[in-house]
């Protein structure tokens, strides 16, 4: 069974961070491109940042980019994405996904066939 768990979520201060984890099972880690999406309270869920089963290939949105930065663990089957200088408008629920091979442009949700349960975090002072 495909499965993936995402964790790390918490709360922080504004200009803090956090590293979420998106353990995965039950298919060829490496193989897979693995997204972060993010639900803020009130607004559709938004792809964040993707990282695709080619080595460097990665993806960010606007939003994020600088401050945030996507990796992956193939041995330990684990995608990482480090949040840094934390905003308060990063406040969400963020989901990873998962699908073969590469990361499209746009991101959109029903490109992503297993999603993970999600993680909260919280940027406040």
């Known amino acids: 069974e495909v499965q993936l768990q995402a964790s790390g979520g918490g709360l922080v201060q504004p200009g803090g961070s956090l590293r979420l984890s998106c353990s995965a099972s039950?298919?060829?880690?490496?193989?897979?491109?693995i997204a972060w999406f993010r639900r803020a309270p009130g607004q559709e869920r938004e792809g964040v940042s993707c990282?695709?089963?080619?080595?460097?290939?990665?993806w960010y949105s606007d939003s994020v980019k600088g401050r945030f930065t996507i990796s992956r663990d193939n041995a330990k089957n684990t995608v990482y994405l480090q949040l840094d200088s934390l905003k308060p408008e990063d406040t969400a629920i963020y989901y990873c996904?998962?699908?073969?091979?590469?990361?499209?442009?746009?991101?959109?949700?029903?490109?992503?066939?297993?999603w993970g349960q999600g993680t909260l975090v919280t940027v406040s002072s």
């Open positions: 996904a998962t699908r073969r091979f590469i990361c499209p442009s746009p991101m959109k949700e029903d490109q992503y066939s297993t």
């Open positions: 039950g298919f060829i880690f490496a193989d897979y491109a």
């Open positions: 990282i695709s089963s080619i080595p460097g290939s990665t």
